[in-house]
């Protein structure tokens, strides 16, 4: 067990251009969040799935935020047209639900972006 | 919609002293759980403790421990014995119960020093 793998760890991008990120979540886990974190704030909800089903989107997202997870293992988070108000840590996280221990609930190290 | 407050940004500490986290939370759910997670700096966010509402007794995790008042919606984390290590961003958290349970709603997060 490795842990949750997020690639890339820091991803610098022109403004309006596109960016994919991916997370590798702990193999046994069905459940897979994404939340957002800018400098010096608690991390922000963004969208999770269980499995392939993407469960919920939050409201903050615009549509130019995509995520999938195709197989039901590894996920991505697509940024298009990126905006500097984009430039932050994007966190992913993994579980196994319904197992309410909440121990095994990891956090990857994040990607960190940062748009010019 | 489920909000989370830490009214303190800043807390330090001196080393082997006692230091208490303040967080406030609202919610309609009578299901649900807290948490704090410890984010050092440039590192990955981890669980320090969880508490679910239902239970009446204060989890403890061996120097932490939290004062959950239910009425109040108060739940604070006090570190003893504090170490430099302890020095990170803390934040608090909440999740609903049920389907939605994984799904973390954090504060703003507390910078605590600890001074030699």
């Known amino acids: 067990d490795t842990g949750v793998s997020q690639d890339p760890r820091h991803k610098i991008t022109k403004r309006g251009q596109n960016v994919t990120f991916r997370c590798d979540p702990i193999?046994?886990?069905?459940?897979l969040y994404w939340y957002r974190q800018t400098l010096g704030q608690g991390p922000e909800f963004l969208t999770y799935f269980q499995n392939e089903a993407q469960l919920e989107k939050s409201r903050l997202l615009s549509d130019r935020f995509s995520a999938e997870r195709p197989k039901g293992s590894f996920s991505t988070l697509e940024i298009q047209r990126t905006e500097q108000g984009d430039s932050a840590m994007y966190l992913c996280a993994s579980s196994a639900y319904p197992r309410r221990a909440h121990y095994g609930y990891t956090f990857g190290s994040g990607t960190r972006l940062t748009v010019v | 919609a489920q909000t989370v407050t830490q009214s303190q940004p800043e807390m330090s500490v001196q080393e082997a002293e006692t230091v208490t986290l303040s967080c406030t939370y609202d919610t309609s759910e009578s299901d649900y759980y807290l948490f704090w997670y410890k984010q050092p700096p440039s590192r990955q966010m981890i669980l320090v403790i969880r508490?679910?509402?239902?239970?009446?007794q204060n989890a403890t995790e061996n120097r932490f421990s939290v004062n959950f008042q239910k009425a109040a919606k108060s739940f604070s984390l006090k570190i003893s014995d504090s170490q430099l290590g302890d020095a990170a961003m803390y934040f608090c958290?909440?999740?609903?119960?049920?389907?939605?349970?994984?799904?973390?709603?954090f504060g703003q997060g507390t910078i605590l020093t600890v001074h030699p």
């Open positions: 508490q679910e509402a239902y239970k009446q």
């Open positions: 193999s046994e886990h069905n459940r």
């Open positions: 958290a909440y999740s609903a119960g049920g389907t939605s349970y994984g799904k973390l709603t």
